[in-house]
């Protein structure tokens, strides 16, 4: 059970950063993208299961092709409803602002 709110709530975090990143008015560098790769790779090794994991990878594929924010985003979105639909039935994810 630490392990998924481990997970959960790194997810929330990375999710928070990647959408400021994504709504940023200047272009922050290679600086974020290194940051959001270590994130990555952290949360990757907190996933509870296989198929989670995959769901990290899936992300850090589309920061490692250089697509946008975005697409970052949109893959750790799909991975927070694969986490959600993981969780035991009456569980929700924790809040991205813990």
């Known amino acids: 059970m630490k392990r998924q709110s481990e997970f959960g709530n790194r997810l929330g975090r990375l999710i928070t950063r ?3 990143w994504s709504y940023a008015d200047a ?10 790769a270590r994130e990555l790779k952290r949360l990757a090794v907190v996933a509870p299961g296989a198929r989670l994991r995959a769901g990290v990878k899936r992300a ?4 490692d092709d250089g697509l946008s924010a975005e697409t970052v985003a949109a893959a750790l979105y799909r991975l927070r409803a694969e986490f959600a ?4 039935q009456g569980s929700a994810p924790p809040s991205p602002s813990r």
């Open 18 to 20: 990647v959408e400021a």
């Open 27 to 36: 272009d922050p560098g290679a600086g974020v993208a290194q940051e959001v």
């Open 60 to 63: 850090q594929d589309a920061l």
């Open 85 to 88: 639909a993981e969780l035991p």
